[in-house]
């Protein structure tokens, strides 16, 4: 790519087209998709619901500016806020979560906010200095001030929830982490000293929200009851779209004026993300849990056990595997590439499945099979 910023470490082939959970390479090479463009083509790559909604769309009308009301919009918002809540649209996770900032210190008339190491919300620099990474950080100081950072899974960062705190950020399973799972009680103890000071508790829901660990929004496995909670990647199944959403009564810190975007909540965007709401029926997320627990039982059994494997971790079908620093990740991604399946890594040598949410049964567990081949084999000469 001789024209374009390298900040992206590529793979070598490029995807050209795709059907269901199958992507097809500019050599007419196909793949089983394990990564959904990253947690965002859930419901795969030719979904005829979202197609005919954004064709319906396309032939109406664009964009509008948000100097008009969208019913679209609201509607949206509607199927997409828990109970007590309303919606502010942008265009990605990170604009999601710089929403949720402004919002917070805004609301709450102070400024410091707790976010965790190894955590991640998005590049711009107000999401960028809430990154627990330095690797993310390095080189693009000053960041944003008044933000502090606490272990995550760690009791010790209860001390850190004050009343002079404007607001908590977290996520529920750390995505990009390495799919770290927070423990339930430590969740529950935060979100219970947040509402003891009054401090706000934004849940970054962008990798695991809309389905992807078998519920609507992954806190609802913990039982949680955010202020503040963002989503973005699959939300719009591979269109552009963010949403903030928030509890009402935060509603007059974003009064008019206050905060805008020109093409949030465009109506492109907005269709497709009206039909992935509308696929998102507790039948479809019962549907996510059953293949999840079929999943997980193959990989417990047969992957877990791998001597290359230090640890299994997720929820629903975002999966983590754990690699021994006997081997590396990127080596594991390129051979199951050669065998046609296309995965992720996160952080700490992870190796990172995010299927999408229609795959069938059988391609998951075809798919994990090739995993498991992948893995023994180079668990058996990591041994010799
Ligand atoms: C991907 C991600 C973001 C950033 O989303 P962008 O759309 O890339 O800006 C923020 N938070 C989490 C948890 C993410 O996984």
Same mark, same amino acid.
């Given at each position: 790519?001789?024209?374009?910023? %390298? ?9 050209? #087209? ?12 196909t793949?089983l998709?394990f990564t959904s463009?990253?947690g965002v083509c859930?419901f795969?790559y030719s979904?005829d619901?979202? +197609?005919? $909604? ?8 664009w964009?509008?500016s948000?100097?008009? @009301?969208s019913?679209?919009q609201d509607?949206?918002?509607?199927? /997409?806020?828990?109970?007590?809540m309303?919606a502010?649209?942008c265009n990605s996770?990170t604009e ?11 609301a709450?008339g102070k400024g410091?906010i707790?976010?965790?190491n190894? *955590?991640?919300?998005?590049r711009?620099y107000? $999401?960028? #200095?809430l990154?627990?990474n330095p690797?993310?950080?390095?080189g ?5 001030? !008044?933000v502090s950072?606490?272990?995550?899974n760690d ?5 850190g929830?004050?009343d ?6 977290? +996520? ?11 423990? %339930?009680k430590?969740?529950?103890a935060?979100n219970?000293?947040c509402?003891?000071k009054?401090v706000?508790l934004?849940i !970054?829901e962008?990798q695991?929200?809309?389905?992807r660990?078998g519920?609507?929004f992954?806190y609802?496995?913990f ?5 503040i909670i963002?989503? =973005?990647?699959?939300?719009g199944n591979?269109?552009?779209i963010? =949403?903030?959403?928030g509890k ?7 009064? @008019?004026?206050t905060?805008?975007?020109?093409f949030?909540?465009?109506?492109i965007?907005?269709s497709s993300?009206? =039909?992935?709401l509308?696929?998102?029926t %507790?039948?479809f /997320?019962d549907?996510v ?10 990989? +417990? ?9 230090d640890g299994i971790s997720?929820?629903? /079908? ?6 021994n ?7 594991v991604? =390129? +051979?199951?590439? #050669?065998?046609?399946?296309l995965?992720l890594?996160a ?7 995010l299927?999408?949410?229609?795959? #069938?049964?059988?391609?998951l567990?075809? *798919?994990?099979d090739k995993?498991?081949e992948?893995l023994?084999?180079?668990s058996?000469t990591v041994?010799s």
């Open positions: 790519m001789k024209h374009i910023f %390298p900040t992206y470490a590529q793979y070598p082939m490029e995807i050209v #087209s795709g059907h269901d959970w199958h992507l097809v390479d500019s050599d007419q090479k793949y998709d463009g990253i859930s795969g979904n619901w979202i +197609e005919q $909604s954004v064709l319906n769309q396309l032939g109406k009308i964009h509008t948000n100097l008009y @009301p019913q679209l509607d949206v918002a509607k199927q /997409l806020c828990p109970e007590g309303l502010f649209f996770g999601a979560n710089e929403a949720a900032f402004k919002l917070a210190r805004k709450s410091h707790l976010a965790f190894n *955590g991640f919300h998005g711009t107000g $999401s960028m #200095s990154t627990g690797d993310i950080q390095a693009f100081q000053p960041l944003v001030p !008044d950072f606490a272990d995550y009791f010790k960062a209860l001390d929830i004050t002079d705190l404007a607001a908590v950020i977290l +996520e529920v399973i750390q995505g990009e982490g390495g799919v770290v799972s927070g423990d %339930p430590w969740l529950q935060i219970q000293k509402h003891e009054g706000l934004i !970054d962008v695991t929200g809309i389905g660990t519920m609507k992954a609802q496995n039982d949680l009851d955010p202020d963002t989503c =973005a990647k699959a939300l591979g269109l552009p963010g =949403a903030m959403l009402k009564a935060l509603a007059a810190a974003f009064g @008019p004026g905060h805008g975007t020109t949030g909540g465009n109506k965007a907005l993300a009206k =039909a992935v509308e696929q998102l %507790p039948e /997320l549907q849990q059953q293949k999840s627990k079929a999943v997980f039982e193959v990989i +417990e059994k047969k992957i877990a056990p791998l001597s290359v494997v997720g929820m629903g /079908l975002m999966i983590g595997i754990h690699l620093p006997a081997i590396q990740v990127e080596n991604i =390129a +051979e199951l590439q #050669s065998q046609g399946l995965t890594s952080k700490h040598n992870t190796l990172r499945l299927p999408p949410l229609v795959m #069938s049964k059988a391609d567990l075809a *798919g994990i995993i498991y992948v023994a084999m180079v058996s041994e």
